[in-house]
């Protein structure tokens, strides 16, 4: 039981920046993570969609290459709110924005981008940079 809101997302130009939030009202604990995924338009969720920040309870975080340096992924526990900021947006960073929600089953510090390992997911935000 879980529900996921992404907002935020828009159109900007290329070297532009936004910031997407996710209003969480799922339940958390000290395993769960949370992550923003995203995909191109056309693609379907599973299998394909791109894993791009993670963090857990703790404030770890890991990126995807593409992103390094450019997306911050951040959380506010008292607003159960997940965010990204994104800077120096580039075309190939337009798509369909998700964030997703996890729990690992052991004590570890596993920080997934792989779409498998979430199992609840938001409805999504749409970012188009243009260029």
């Known amino acids: 039981q879980g529900q996921l809101v992404e907002s935020g997302g828009g159109s900007v130009e290329s070297g532009g920046s936004l910031r997407l939030s996710c209003a969480a009202s799922t339940s958390t604990d000290s395993r769960t993570y949370m992550g923003w995924f995203r995909q191109g338009p056309g693609k379907e969720r599973e299998g394909v969609a791109e894993g791009v920040a993670v963090i857990d309870s703790d404030g770890r975080t890991s990126y995807a290459d593409s992103v390094k340096g450019r997306f911050t992924i951040s959380q506010d526990n008292a607003k159960n709110t997940l965010y990204l900021q994104m800077k120096a947006l580039k075309p190939e960073d337009t798509g369909m924005y998700y964030c997703?929600?996890?729990?690992?089953?052991?004590?570890?510090?596993?920080?997934?981008?792989?779409?498998?390992?979430?199992?609840?997911w938001g409805q999504g935000t749409q970012v188009t940079v243009s260029s």
């Open positions: 997703a929600a996890g729990r690992r089953a052991f004590a570890s510090s596993w920080l997934p981008l792989t779409a498998s390992a979430y199992m609840y």
